[in-house]
């Protein structure tokens, strides 16, 4: 972003309080300039896009002043960021100066639990937990939320130890079965859901949780039968059933089914939003796009749910190719799980559409500056529409930047390795892919990526033999790895062992690059006549692919 560096209102409030402050003595007076300073570098680097130095900033600031409120201010701004490190040395200056802050105490068990530090979130979440005016399980229950926010693992383990000294509450067996089904435990989220309902057999939301643990594991009939009786044994049928059968329904592709469930929740209280929103998805999902686009209209005016309304508008116009109203309810998406998709989408249409590449970068800065925890994934974002416009070299940058930030975001890294593959720079994607694959080595992402780029662009392929294989141990039902795997087998000359596995990609994923390598590996064997007739049925459906021209030009040119 190239802004002019501004105060904001609150960096202007508080150092108008600061410098407001009866002056007691010199060192006091150097205080004060101490915490404007940093406030003000703080600022300067937000507008400059330099939010580690900002957050950094901030902290110092806070560090340097007796106000909560810039402790406050500094551990969410760092917590929002993701600089966990930063995040909690404010949280604890926080905490110092207000001790009786449960938001304080809050923030700080959060950030250890992001930091998979678990025993200090343990010890914040359990004061948290005995001090308040509720029952501790009501606590622990109303917690869940935060803590459900966080890696799904680490999540588990705290949950289940928080909820151990509950035993005989059904709230504090839900908390852990809610938080194991996030987790996939499937087991134990089945076994505490059951606890929960033995100990309040009349909590309908105990039950289905039950049966939703029942449908992931993989017992899906049964789910819809349990929770079918649930709403066939009560007179009065809990809506909350209905709109749980109906997930489970559509799960089941019995979106009709979902649809007749919505449809009697609606009849019996219009008002009910969130089967209004189901009912659009339904709609959407069914390709009823008229429908669709009225249901999610009369959703956003009803001011719920307003994000998901946007989104799927956005997409309808998408669909319909009216790309100025696409770009314009992407951009609308300001929060929630689609609010980077949104942004993303709305940018590429922005860049192609409507042939403004700048304006699409800008759009992307735009959204940085209004909602900071997004704003790491729009520099990410800004790395891929650089490389997708051929500007590599910016496009590093940000890679550069958002790997600094991200350090141990494994996507980032690999991100970064392909686009240096793509600005011919061989040996140092190889050695960032190493570097990832040092980093993550049991990741079948990682290891496939290092195996395929050796087996494609170098002669180490028995290295890349080994990697591959590896990766497919692990992910073996994975077109890209069974597809690198037939690949390094047709480098190393075994043709017919190279077909088989790109026989078996290419029917999971027929895509483009798959059906290149295996026309390449059918021409290898001189089996022409199979191998036109696959060049010409990938040309049908991607008649702009690079790799299909390259193939037909080295293998085929005198074919028509």
Do not use: C
């Amino acid at each position: 972003m190239h802004h002019i560096p501004v105060r904001s209102p609150a960096f202007t409030i508080i150092v108008a309080l600061l410098l407001a402050t009866p002056s007691f003595s010199q060192a006091a007076d150097e205080d004060v300039n101490s915490v404007a300073t940093h406030l003000l570098d703080a600022e300067i680097a937000l507008h400059a896009d330099d939010y580690l130095t900002a957050v950094s900033e901030y902290r110092k600031a806070a560090e340097s002043s007796d106000s909560a409120d810039i402790a406050r201010q500094a551990t969410r701004l760092a917590f929002d960021f993701g600089f966990n490190d930063e995040a909690v040395l404010a949280a604890k200056r926080w905490r110092d100066l207000a001790p009786d802050s449960d938001d304080a105490l809050l923030h700080l068990a959060q950030i250890s639990l992001r930091r998979g530090e678990l025993r200090a979130a343990r010890r914040h979440f359990t004061t948290l937990i005995e001090n308040g005016e509720q029952p501790a399980d009501e606590r622990l229950f109303t917690l869940m939320n935060f803590i459900s926010q966080e890696d799904p693992k680490l999540a588990d383990d705290l949950m289940r130890s928080l909820a151990r000294p509950y035993k005989d509450s059904a709230l504090a067996h839900y908390a852990a079965a809610a938080v194991a089904l996030q987790a996939d435990d499937l087991e134990f989220a089945i076994e505490q859901s059951k606890i929960a309902i033995e100990l309040d057999p009349e909590w309908i939301k105990a039950k289905l949780l039950y049966a939703r643990a029942m449908l992931l594991a993989g017992e899906g009939d049964d789910a819809i039968d349990y929770t079918a009786r649930i709403i066939g044994d009560d007179p009065n049928p809990n809506p909350d059933a209905r709109m749980e059968l109906a997930l489970m329904y559509i799960t089941a592709n019995r979106e009709d089914d979902a649809l007749s469930q919505v449809n009697q929740v609606l009849m019996e209280s219009a008002k009910r939003t969130d089967a209004l929103r189901m009912m659009a998805i339904i709609n959407f999902r069914q390709n009823n796009l008229d429908a669709a686009w009225d249901d999610f209209e009369d959703l956003l005016a009803s001011g719920d749910y307003t994000a998901d309304a946007l989104y799927y508008l956005a997409r309808i116009a998408d669909y319909r190719s009216e790309f100025d109203r696409a770009v314009s309810l992407y951009s609308q998406v300001m929060t929630g799980k689609n609010a980077v998709t949104s942004q993303r989408r709305a940018s590429a249409l922005m860049a192609y559409q409507q042939d403004d590449p700048d304006g699409a970068l800008q759009r992307l800065d735009d959204f940085a500056d209004k909602r900071p925890p997004f704003a790491i994934d729009m520099i990410l974002a800004k790395a891929q529409l650089l490389n997708s416009l051929d500007r590599h070299e910016e496009a590093l940058d940000n890679y550069d930047k958002a790997n600094s930030y991200r350090p141990d975001d494994e996507s980032i890294a690999l991100g970064r390795a392909e686009l240096m593959l793509r600005m011919d720079r061989l040996e140092d994607s190889l050695a960032a892919y190493r570097e990832a694959a040092r980093r993550w080595p049991d990741s079948s992402m990682t290891l496939n990526a290092l195996g395929y780029t050796l087996a494609d662009r170098t002669d180490e392929y028995r290295e890349a033999e080994k990697l591959i294989r590896k990766a497919l141990k692990s992910d073996p039902e994975s077109a890209a790895i069974i597809d690198s795997l037939g690949w390094v087998l047709y480098k190393r000359g075994k043709h017919e062992e190279a077909v088989e596995h790109l026989k078996i990609a290419y029917a999971k994923f027929p895509d483009h690059e798959v059906a290149s390598h295996l026309i390449a590996v059918l021409a290898a064997l001189e089996r022409t006549d199979e191998a036109l007739e696959l060049l010409a049925e990938a040309e049908l459906k991607d008649p702009e692919s690079d790799l299909l021209k390259d193939v037909r030009e080295r293998l085929f040119l005198e074919t028509p």
